[in-house]
Nanobody, 128 residues
Framework: QVHLVESGGGSVQSGGSLRLACAAS????????MGWFRQAPGKEREGVAV???????RYVEAVKGRFTISQDNAKTTLHLQMNNLKPEDTAMYYC??????????????????????WGQGTQVTVSS
């Protein structure tokens, strides 16, 4: 069982920053792909940033240069530093995990259907 708990969402003005956290409550995810996804009202969930077990990050084009994904050394907490936020970043942000296996090979992908484990989400609202 994989249990993910997000925190750090909130409301900010355009240009502001937020830092999201995803806590893995039971064990290290050193052999997992970890990622952040978001879903805006009326839209499908989309990948934002993912990180390979070796720490290699991957971003959707819309957030490159503004968002940074990282993990702590123990690989128990995933972060998303979001700078220069824009109103179009407004969404529910979800943490996701998937164990690397013959079925799920590296590199970690940004597709929703590549991940089996999901947190409950944290809301990010950016006003203009």
């Amino acid at each position: 069982q994989v249990h993910l708990v997000e925190s750090g969402g909130g409301s900010v003005q355009s240009g502001g920053s937020l830092r999201l956290a995803c806590a893995a409550s039971e064990h290290s995810y050193s052999t997992y792909c970890m990622g952040w996804f978001r879903q805006a009202p009326g839209k499908e969930r989309e990948g934002v940033a993912v990180i390979d077990p070796d720490g290699s990050p991957r971003y959707v084009e819309a957030v490159k240069g503004r968002f940074t994904i990282s993990q702590d050394n123990a690989k128990t907490t995933l972060h998303l530093q979001m700078n220069n936020l824009k109103p179009e970043d407004t969404a529910m942000y979800y943490c996701a995990a998937e164990e690397v296996s013959p079925r799920r090979r590296l590199p970690c992908g940004l597709r929703v259907d590549e991940y089996d484990w999901w947190g409950q989400g944290t809301q990010v609202t950016v006003s203009s």
